[in-house]
Structure formats: structure tokens, C-alpha cells
């Protein structure tokens, strides 16, 4: 490609829009590893804290579903914090909420305190996790944000990987107070590293930016990937919960839960190449069926003792690529859907389905399971997510029409154009 003035003017005006190499970019991934840090590995600590105190399935699996609760809660109320906080500042007040409660578990293993403190961090993840994949699609533009979601998915899983069994093996080797107060440092750290970041106008100079867009049209273009994203999540919410328990041995939930993290790391990359070279939503199919299969094998883990080990660990490997796979397709989808002033929509309605998914799932398990047992529990979770495969498979279908459509019409218009100036 031969130099270009203009191109490189353009580049220092808009800094990362350039691509995902640049400076605010990797401040972005950064805030959202030490974030991350904190969430990831409370999924299970933080239950098994309640557990400490002596609560039941019930009170175990609400820790988790609490803090999905308000993350959902402030969620919905996204549309009025747009209007009022930047995508950046919600990052700053969203890491310090996080991560400054977390110091205050260690107080007490009662389940109202674990659930109030839970509650307060769970309204600081909501504006996380909505403002940093927003900030995706805000710093990147569209021909390579697949790749960027993919390098997004990798800065949220990476702290899965490492600190999701980390914390669970440091909880009770070194003790649960360890595990808090480096949790709380990590995300209150990346409050600074949010507030380095520098998110350009897209309006252009002198221009105000374009208002959030949010309507019936909207929603209803992201509504086939919000539902097969929200029914897939009660699955890892049901597992980060609950799988320590169900095993006969709990040490091998350790293994389980690092490769399951670390599986969707890969599928998250593997579908960000995917969706920029061949169009989104290709994997959206196989994937959930993926997840279902996954889940499964879970079920089966925890019904059966002998080899659980073994079946756990390639239940992990199964649902977590097919579910890294489908988290990149449907965000990808629902930026592209949602059009550029709906980007903060995209990313509050698909953090929603995923929280909501999350939360709903271990407290469906936690209450199904006095009546069906974990392994039963987990059964009706791989039943509920074979339900949407034909979903999942309609949409994408439908997407790829869509698009190449989209492309003949571009043709179409481009060829009578240069007719005209012939």
C-alpha cells in the first residue's frame, strides 16, 4: 500500500482507530485484565466463602446470583448513565466499585453480609463490563473488530484461566483473605490505567457525538443473539458455582475449570479471525451445540465418580470453545446490527444476557438441585441450550443473506456510479 499523508494525519487525529496495536487499546485490555482479576476468580471463591459460613446449595448459588442480580440491575438503567457518565469514567467508577468492597468479605462468612458485599461489587462489574466492550467498538474500526474482540476476550478470559482455579487452590491452601485483598488491589489498580485512556470523537472535530441510539428496531435486530447468549450462560454460571461441589473429588475441579477458561480463550480468537475473513456468525450454530454437549458431560461428571476427572476435563474443553466462539459472534453481530450510534446499546444488551445468563443459572441449579441433584441440574442445563441450536443456526443463516445482500446492493451502486462518469 503506498503512503498516505492523509492517512497518516488520520491516524494521529483518531489515535487507535487505526487498528488494535495502538496505546489506548492496550490500556483498555490492561484495565480489563486487572478488572477481570477480580471478578474471575470470586465466581467461585465468594461461594465457597458463604459455604465457610455454613449456607446451604441455596445461599451459595445466590452469592453468585446476586452479584449478576445488580449487574443486570444497573444494566438496565444504562441508557441513563450513557447520557450522563463517558464510556471512560464509567471504567474508572466501575473498577473502584468492584474492587474496594472486596476487601471487606473477610469480615464475616455470614450469608447476608456475603450477599450484601456481593451486591455493591456486582454494581461495579455491570459498568465494566458494558463500558470496556463498548470501548471495543468505539477505539476499532469495523474491518478489524473482530480481531479486537478476539484480543478483548483474551484480556477477559486470561484472568479465568489463571485466577478462576488460582483462587479456588489459593482459598484453601493460603487462605480466603489472601485471595480478597489481591482481588481489590487488581481492580482498584486499573481505575488509573482507564483514566490514561483517550477515546476519540467519531463525529469528527467542532461536531458534538451522536446520541446513544435505542429503539424497536434495535432491539429487535439483536434479539436472536441475546437469546441464545442469556440460555448458554446459565451454563457457566451454573458450573463456576457449583462444580467444586459436584465432583466426588473437589481438586478436580481445579484442572476442569482452568481448561474450560482457557478453551474459551481460543474460541473467542479462533471466531474473531473467522468473523473478519469469512463473516460473522458462521460458528454460531456449532457452537451452541458445542455448549450443550459441554454441559452434558458435566452432568455426567458429577453423576458418575469413577473417571470424573477425565470427563470434566473434556466437558470443559467442549463448552468452553464452543462458548468463547459464540461470545465473539454475537457481540460482533450486535455492534454490526445496532449500527454505529448503538454501540453502548450492543454492549449493554449482550452484557445483560451473559450476566443475566450467569446469574440465573447458579441459582436455577442451586434450587433444582434438592430435587434433582447437581448432576440432574446440570442435565436441564445441556436440555435447555440444545432448545435454542435451531435458533442459533436460523440466525446466522439469516445473517449471511443479510450480508451478502448488503454486499450486491454496495456492487450494484458502486458499478452504476462509475457508469455515470464514464
Not at 465418580?305 to 470434566?312: H, I
Not at 468452553?320 to 459464540?326: D, I, N, P, T, V
Request: charged share 10%; hydrophobic share 50%; net charge positive.
Amino acid at each position: 500500500m503506498a503512503f498516505s499523508p492523509t492517512r497518516r494525519h488520520r491516524s494521529s487525529a483518531e489515535g487507535i482507530r487505526t487498528g488494535p496495536a495502538g496505546r489506548d487499546f492496550f490500556l483498555l485490555l490492561a484495565a480489563t485484565l486487572g478488572t477481570f482479576s477480580n471478578y474471575a476468580p470470586l465466581l467461585s471463591v465468594a461461594p465457597l466463602w458463604s459455604a465457610e459460613g455454613g449456607s446451604g446449595y441455596t445461599a451459595v448459588g445466590a452469592a453468585t446470583g446476586v452479584t449478576m442480580a445488580t449487574t443486570v440491575g444497573v444494566q438496565l438503567c444504562m441508557s441513563w448513565l450513557l447520557k450522563r457518565l463517558s464510556l471512560r469514567r464509567m471504567l474508572i467508577i466501575g473498577s473502584l466499585l468492584l474492587g474496594l468492597p472486596t476487601f471487606v468479605y473477610p469480615v464475616s462468612a455470614a450469608m447476608d453480609w456475603v450477599l450484601a458485599v456481593s451486591a455493591v461489587r456486582g454494581v461495579g462489574f455491570g459498568m465494566v463490563a458494558v463500558a470496556g466492550s463498548a470501548l471495543v467498538a468505539e477505539l476499532i474500526p469495523a474491518d478489524s473488530r473482530g480481531r479486537a474482540v478476539g484480543w478483548y476476550g483474551i484480556a477477559v478470559g486470561l484472568p479465568q484461566v489463571v485466577c478462576l482455579p488460582l483462587g479456588v487452590w489459593a482459598a484453601e491452601h493460603i487462605g480466603f483473605t489472601a485471595v480478597f485483598v489481591t482481588a481489590g488491589v487488581l481492580s482498584v489498580l486499573a481505575a488509573p490505567l482507564a483514566a490514561a485512556i483517550r477515546v476519540p470523537a467519531p463525529a469528527g472535530p467542532g461536531r458534538p457525538r451522536p446520541r446513544p441510539r435505542t429503539g424497536p428496531v434495535q432491539l429487535r435486530a439483536v434479539s436472536r443473539p441475546f437469546t441464545v447468549l442469556i440460555t448458554t450462560a446459565c451454563a457457566l454460571g451454573a458450573v463456576t458455582s457449583f462444580l467444586p461441589l459436584a465432583l466426588a473429588q473437589p481438586s478436580a475441579a481445579t484442572p476442569a475449570l482452568f481448561l474450560l477458561t482457557g478453551a474459551v480463550i481460543v474460541g473467542r480468537w479462533v471466531a474473531g479471525i473467522v468473523s473478519d475473513r469469512s463473516g460473522v456468525g458462521r460458528l454460531m450454530g456449532p457452537s451452541v451445540l458445542a455448549c450443550a454437549v459441554g454441559m452434558g458431560g458435566f452432568g455426567l461428571a458429577a453423576a458418575h465418580p469413577g473417571g470424573a476427572a477425565a470427563v470434566s476435563g473434556a466437558a470443559a474443553v467442549i463448552y468452553g470453545l464452543g462458548f468463547g466462539a459464540l461470545q465473539n459472534d454475537t457481540l460482533v453481530l450486535m455492534f454490526q446490527r445496532s449500527g454505529p450510534n448503538g454501540h453502548g446499546m450492543a454492549s449493554t444488551l449482550w452484557n445483560m444476557a451473559y450476566d443475566a445468563g450467569t446469574g440465573a443459572g447458579a441459582v436455577a441449579v442451586g434450587l433444582t438441585s434438592y430435587a434433582l441433584g447437581i448432576d440432574g441440574a446440570f442435565a436441564a442445563a445441556a436440555t435447555l441450550i440444545l432448545l435454542v441450536v435451531p435458533l442459533a443456526f436460523r440466525d446466522a443463516r439469516s445473517g449471511r443473506l443479510a450480508a451478502s445482500a448488503s454486499a450486491s446492493a454496495q456492487g450494484h451502486s458502486a458499478e452504476t456510479t462509475a457508469r455515470k462518469r464514464q
